[in-house]
């Protein structure tokens, strides 16, 4: 009976060990998948420590809302002072005397704080947004730049097999007596400079990724990196930058109102204990007071920090206006990009057509000795950058409707 009971559990063993295994493999087939393009503008925002600046902000926000929520003003002070004869006539005076100073909020000063601690809290939740609008910009722009180059690689790649392709039709040829020697020296020569120039595509692709992964911090491109366009085209007042820097602006009126409440000091309650004795025969006499000190507020002294917080206003909302426009202009010239390459690619696709149609006829004609190899080779050049253009065209268009996305304010999810 135990023997029968103990195979089950060797086997339960043995399942578990397979299933941990399995979930390893899984584990690793998922982390071998590429990005999305979300889960790249975290990257790129872990790689240049944004999550720190936030977290400063936010940590600000707290502090003031802690400051706002107290029934002082400031920090209290403990002040202890004593007094006796022993340098004169030391009849046994002595005076001890403690005084604990509480600076009193002026009406206004703490609902104007809690105004600065609440806008402070929204600019910290809208810098956020931006900082990952800031990081999406990025992103698009490094990885874009790594499409186009591997688009130029690829073309380059293909027009090099294709001229190899023929090379070794012209050595055939010319090795059964059906050309001369030039044109294979010819083609030898169109191959080589196919070569140089797909090096030359190489290395830019290398630079391209060597660029975004210093941006981003991932090695392969997100998926998803094709976008299709807002269909408002328009800047909304909850774009992250202009939301950021309306919350910004926000923040400096609160805080030109908390400046203006506090244009002169505070006031301070004191309850002052005191013990003392008048000579040495006498016995300690303990008292309890209270004293109230209220400064006089000089305009003088407080006016150029409410100038200097209109300042710090004006400049937001200067800035804020700035933003405004140059979204604007930016989205404008976008479409006005996009138009034009939609265009282009419509011009470019009846041109790769009529190219490649006049490509088949004439390496129809050098078959039948109809014309010589240059008039192959150009129309095969002709052909190619029809090709290439068309390719090129089409993927400045989706990196343009990702330019266009970014000045609409559109945050990858």
């Not at 195979?7 to 063993?13: H, M, N």
């Not at 055939?172 to 059906?178: D, I, P, V």
């Not at 210093?214 to 085209?233: C, D, F, K, M, S």
């Not at 939609?342 to 057509?353: G, K, M």
Request: proline share 3%; glycine share 6%; aromatic share 6%.
């Amino acid at each position: 009976m135990n023997a029968i009971l103990a195979r089950p559990a060797r086997g339960g063993r043995r399942w578990l060990i397979l299933s941990l295994l399995g979930c390893l493999l899984s584990i690793d087939a998922i982390r071998a998948e590429p990005p999305t393009l979300s889960e790249a503008v975290d990257a790129a925002l872990e790689q240049n420590r944004s999550d720190a600046l936030v977290e400063v902000r936010m940590r600000e926000a707290e502090s003031l809302d802690r400051r706002s929520s107290s029934w002082l003003a400031d920090d209290p002070s403990l002040e202890v002072q004593y007094i006796g004869d022993q340098v004169d006539r030391d009849t046994g005076f002595r005076e001890w005397e403690a005084a604990l100073n509480l600076p009193l909020p002026l009406p206004g000063q703490r609902a104007a704080r809690l105004a600065v601690a609440d806008a402070a809290s929204l600019e910290a939740g809208r810098f956020r947004a931006f900082r990952r609008w800031e990081a999406a910009g990025l992103v698009r722009a490094a990885a874009w730049a790594v499409r186009l180059a591997q688009v130029d690689e690829a073309e380059s790649r293909r027009a090099l097999e294709r001229s190899a392709d023929l090379e070794e039709q012209i050595r055939r040829r010319y090795e059964a007596g059906e050309l001369p020697n030039s044109d294979l020296l010819l083609a030898r020569q169109q191959t080589a400079q196919l070569r140089a120039g797909l090096r030359d595509a190489e290395q830019t692709l290398e630079t391209a990724r060597a660029d975004y992964r210093r941006t981003v911090g991932l090695a392969e491109l997100p998926v998803g990196l094709e976008e299709q366009p807002v269909a408002e085209g328009t800047v909304a007042p909850d774009h992250p930058q202009l939301a950021y820097l309306a919350a910004q602006l926000g923040r400096y009126r609160a805080d030109g109102e908390r400046v203006r409440s506090e244009r002169r000091e505070n006031w301070t309650l004191s309850v002052v204990g005191r013990r003392d004795r008048s000579d040495f025969g006498a016995d300690y006499g303990d008292s309890l007071g209270l004293a109230l000190s209220v400064p006089f507020g000089l305009g003088s002294h407080s006016r150029y920090k409410a100038a200097e917080a209109d300042r710090q206003t004006v400049a937001a909302d200067v800035a804020l206006h700035q933003a405004r426009r140059a979204l604007e202009l930016d989205l404008e010239q976008s479409r006005t990009r996009l138009d034009k390459l939609s265009q282009s690619i419509e011009s470019a696709i009846e041109s790769n057509d009529l190219a490649q149609r006049f490509l088949a006829m004439q390496e129809r004609a050098f078959e039948l000795g109809e014309i010589d190899l240059l008039d192959l080779i150009r129309a095969r050049e002709r052909a190619l950058a029809a090709s290439s253009m068309l390719e090129r065209r089409r993927a400045e268009r989706m990196r343009e409707i990702a330019r266009f996305n970014q000045a609409a304010g559109v945050i990858p999810r």
